[in-house]
């Protein structure tokens, strides 16, 4: 029976059963914490003994005989271009190998943008006026953040069961020429978990935008994550471009944050040929050269893309019964009740909680009450601002087990509660 259905009484009894657990929970000085996606310590641990790879006696030459303990080499060492083409399917040649974080690379390339232009572009955004790029949203909420500090409007787009509402994008990008960019997070994507079907590649690879400049930033940061032994496909950008005559339309961003070490991995960027031969000479200016040493280490520890997803499935066997726990757990106390809805990713570090409509801000204001911190509601949207208010983050992956249950019990307690106040005040 839906909560909806409830008569007076029954929701009346229904919430005071979840305040009498909430007043329990908050009487233990809780502090538990669910908002942001880092690995836990067991999955650090797994690649502990990388810092073994070198050591003082090590040989430092990389294969093209360079000292990596020296100058020189600013798009990568061979091996490591290697390492990432078979990992992601690029060829090598369109692979910049840089520093530790691929953030820092997506900063580096919007302002890059805003004081240089693109390849091809007339002037740099930064001399156009006002500008835009487009949000799928839910969404990552540190991409909204790069974009919000160079004064770029954001654009939220209505993210589908297969990947950003096409119509949506198509219809903003192909009729304003102020559109210059789109973020995506094309598999797994943050929160939602979702991977982009071929026919969303298709149309982001053969749409027709309105700025010769637009470009689309792909974050494949879930590249390798899956949860499961089934590899969930993605559909090559660059091949899938390239049929259309865009593939200069696309910057690629990937990392080893959640493979190696989180701050301390390796970052890529891919792009064309047309767009490295213009970003390379101010990436000089910008650095000699990133850190070899980090990148000889990830390749003498993984030795190929095998040993990368070998890796994986290791991972994997320590998310996996964190995720699973979070589902029983929310389809325990909330399935049936109709005041909740949530994914069952296949991959990635999160999960999306959707609570009924003007919730999600109460939701989190009474777990914060209680003890447990929540990735802030409205976060996943642009400047903060879900228009319905119902959309929560989860991230399952840095506490210990126990802490994840009673974390996630308690904000079930917190959806029941408030659901059933709503219903009471209306």
Not at 326 to 331: R, S
Request: aromatic share 10%; proline share 5%; charged share 25%.
């Amino acid at each position: 029976m839906i909560l909806s259905e409830y008569s007076k009484e029954q929701l009346t009894k229904f919430r005071d059963e979840a305040a009498a657990q909430l007043a329990a929970y908050k009487e233990k000085g809780i502090k538990l914490d669910l908002t942001r996606g880092k690995p836990e310590k067991g999955q650090l641990d797994l690649t502990a003994d990388m810092m073994d790879a070198l050591t003082s006696s090590s040989d430092f030459k990389c294969e093209s005989g360079m000292d990596c303990r020296n100058y020189g080499i600013l798009d990568g060492i061979p091996e490591a271009k290697r390492l990432f083409s078979e990992l992601l399917g690029l060829p090598e040649s369109m692979i910049l190998v840089c520093g530790n974080s691929s953030l820092n690379l997506m900063f580096d390339t919007v302002a890059r943008c805003m004081l240089f232009g693109v390849a091809g572009g007339a002037k740099p955004w930064g001399q156009q006026g006002e500008i835009k790029f487009l949000c799928p949203s839910p969404g990552y909420d540190r991409h909204f953040a790069v974009t919000e500090t160079f004064g770029i409007q954001l654009i939220p787009v209505t993210m589908r069961a297969d990947g950003p509402d096409m119509d949506e994008v198509r219809a903003l990008a192909e009729k304003d020429p102020s559109v210059k960019g789109m973020w995506c997070v094309p598999k797994f994507s943050n929160p939602d978990g979702i991977t982009y079907s071929d026919a969303v590649v298709e149309a982001l690879a053969s749409m027709k935008p309105a700025a010769d400049d637009f470009r689309i930033f792909w974050d494949n940061a879930y590249a390798v994550h899956e949860l499961y032994d089934e590899d969930v496909p993605l559909l090559d950008i660059f091949e899938t471009a390239k049929k259309y005559g865009n593939e200069d339309r696309i910057f690629y961003f990937a990392s080893t944050s959640k493979i190696s070490f989180p701050g301390a991995g390796v970052a890529i960027m891919a792009a064309s040929e047309k767009n490295l031969a213009q970003i390379r000479p101010i990436l000089g200016k910008q650095t000699i050269g990133f850190d070899k040493i980090n990148q000889l280490r990830h390749v003498r520890y993984f030795k190929d893309a095998a040993g990368v997803r070998a890796m994986m499935r290791r991972h994997a066997d320590i998310l996996r019964p964190k995720f699973e726990a979070v589902d029983e757990i929310l389809t325990r106390e909330l399935g049936g009740l109709g005041i909740a809805e949530w994914t069952k990713p296949k991959g990635g570090y999160f999960i999306s909680l959707n609570v009924q409509e003007g919730c999600a801000k109460r939701v989190y204001d009474t777990a914060k009450e209680v003890g447990v911190a929540l990735t802030a509601a409205g976060a996943t949207f642009p400047y903060g601002k879900d228009p319905l208010d119902k959309n929560l983050r989860l991230a399952p992956s840095f506490p210990p087990m126990a802490d994840l249950i009673a974390a996630t019990e308690i904000l079930c307690a917190c959806v029941r509660y408030v659901a059933a106040e709503k219903l009471l005040a209306e």
